[in-house]
Structure formats: structure tokens, C-alpha cells
């Protein structure tokens, strides 16, 4: 049987799994992706078409052509680096069929990241344009990658929506507390060293983790400390240990 699944461990020592994406579902959104760019590419022609065929001036054809390789080139080496920033590893098409590109470590891509594998691109649509060497690349190896995937560690996955289901659920707004009584009862909870540490790991690197796999982490660790101490919240998990992580320096911060 084929694995599609990523495990993934957090260094709080939770484990979770990824879904790679197949290369039909890959196709299908660069499909999208490629009729995108060319209506852009199409529309931007008959543009400079208008512009420079209108003019009529001396050299304004090969003008217009310098111009149109130009927006060319843009479009296509960064439409998908612009995406990546922009939407956190997605591009419309990947976005569509709820895809995502991620480090192979499971925390979202950087600039670089994204200018390596689609930089080679050119490599894994060879030979002619075929794409076979980044098809033949994705059968090959475990986690799906195509060469551009490999030389950057990325790998792309798929998005599940409902991950959040049977979620530990918040107490009824009733039994809030007020915003200051709740800040003061975060202070007074007293954690073992060990879920200290672990609150702490989490806060440092939860802007490096994917926002959905972050809440997921989230609501395990306060789970964990909603059933120990009593804990409610009205607010995300990632909120509730942000806030729990804050009171317990502000406690232990010398008077």
C-alpha cells in the first residue's frame, strides 16, 4: 500500500499527520494555475498591442515586444512566488482544490524556499514542456516531491477542513469570567516545570507553524490544562496559552 500520509512531530513530543496531495490533484491545480496565467499573459498582449500598434512610432514594435517579454517573465517565474507569500504556500489553484505547499517539517515556507522549487521548475518540466521529469519524480519518491520539492525540502498537502471536529468545546459564556479576574487567575495556576517548558516551546515557535496545524497544537495543550485546572475560553486555544504564557512571566518577573 501506498503511505500518503506525513507524520509529523511537534518537539512538545505530539504527533499529527499530513495528507500529501496526489499528482492528480497537483495537476489539476496547476491546470488552473496555467489557464490563469495565460488569460492574465493574453489580456496583458492585446494591451500592448493597442498601446504600441496605435503609436506607430519608430521602434515601437520591438518596444512593445521587450516590454511583453518582460511582463512575461514576471508572470511567469512570480506568480507563484507571490502567492506563496502572500496566501502561506498557496497559489488560486492549489487554493481551489485545497492544497497547500509546507516544509517537509511541517511549518510554512519562506521566500527562499519558494524561489528554489519554482526556479526549478524548468528542470521538472522537461523534457519539451511534458512535465515527465517532475511526474516520473513524484512516483519515485515517499513523500510525492518533484525536483523542485526535493531541493527546497517542501512537500505539498492536503487541507482538511474539519480536522477541528469533536474539539474540546469552550464552557457556556455564562460561566466566563471578567476579562481582569481571568488574568489573575492564569497567575495564580501553578505548573509543573515541565508544562512550563512546553507552554514555552509553544509560544516561541507558533508563528513558525502553519496556522491550522498551530490551533490543532493549541487545543491539545489546552485541553490538557483545561481539564487539570478548569480552564474555559471564548477565544482560540492559541489566544488562551499566549495569554496563560504571559501571565506566568509576568508573575514570576521580580518586584
Known amino acids: 500500500m501506498i503511505r500518503t500520509g506525513l507524520p509529523i512531530t511537534s518537539p512538545e513530543g505530539i504527533s499529527f499527520d499530513y495528507q500529501l496531495a496526489s ?39 520591438f518596444a512593445g515586444l521587450g516590454l511583453g517579454m518582460i511582463i512575461w517573465f514576471a508572470v511567469e517565474w512570480g506568480y507563484y512566488v507571490v502567492f506563496d507569500l502572500l496566501w502561506n504556500g498557496q497559489s488560486p489553484g492549489k487554493r481551489v482544490f485545497d492544497l497547500r505547499v509546507i516544509k517537509r517539517a511541517g511549518h510554512p515556507i519562506g521566500f527562499f524556499d519558494s524561489v528554489v522549487r519554482n526556479l526549478l521548475r524548468a528542470a521538472d518540466a522537461l523534457p519539451t514542456g511534458s512535465y515527465a521529469a517532475g511526474a516520473l519524480a513524484m512516483i519515485v519518491t515517499r513523500r510525492f516531491q518533484r525536483l523542485g520539492d526535493l531541493a527546497a525540502q517542501t512537500v505539498v498537502v492536503k487541507e482538511r477542513k474539519a480536522w477541528h471536529v469533536g474539539a474540546l468545546s469552550p464552557p457556556p459564556a455564562s460561566s466566563f469570567e471578567p476579562q481582569s479576574a481571568a488574568e489573575a487567575g492564569l497567575r495564580r495556576l501553578m505548573l509543573s516545570n515541565r508544562e512550563r517548558r512546553l507552554l514555552g516551546e509553544f509560544v516561541q515557535r507558533k508563528d513558525r507553524l502553519h496556522p491550522e496545524r498551530r490551533e490543532q497544537l493549541a487545543q491539545i495543550l489546552a485541553g490538557a490544562y483545561g481539564e487539570r485546572y478548569g480552564l474555559g475560553w471564548q477565544e482560540s486555544a492559541t489566544a488562551l496559552l499566549t495569554r496563560l504564557h504571559a501571565a506566568i512571566r509576568q508573575r514570576e518577573r521580580p518586584r
Open 23 to 61: 499528482l492528480t490533484e497537483r495537476g489539476l491545480a496547476y491546470g488552473l494555475d496555467l489557464l490563469i496565467r495565460g488569460a492574465v499573459l493574453v489580456l496583458v498582449s492585446l494591451a500592448l498591442l493597442l498601446v504600441f500598434g496605435v503609436a506607430r512610432l519608430p521602434g515601437s514594435l
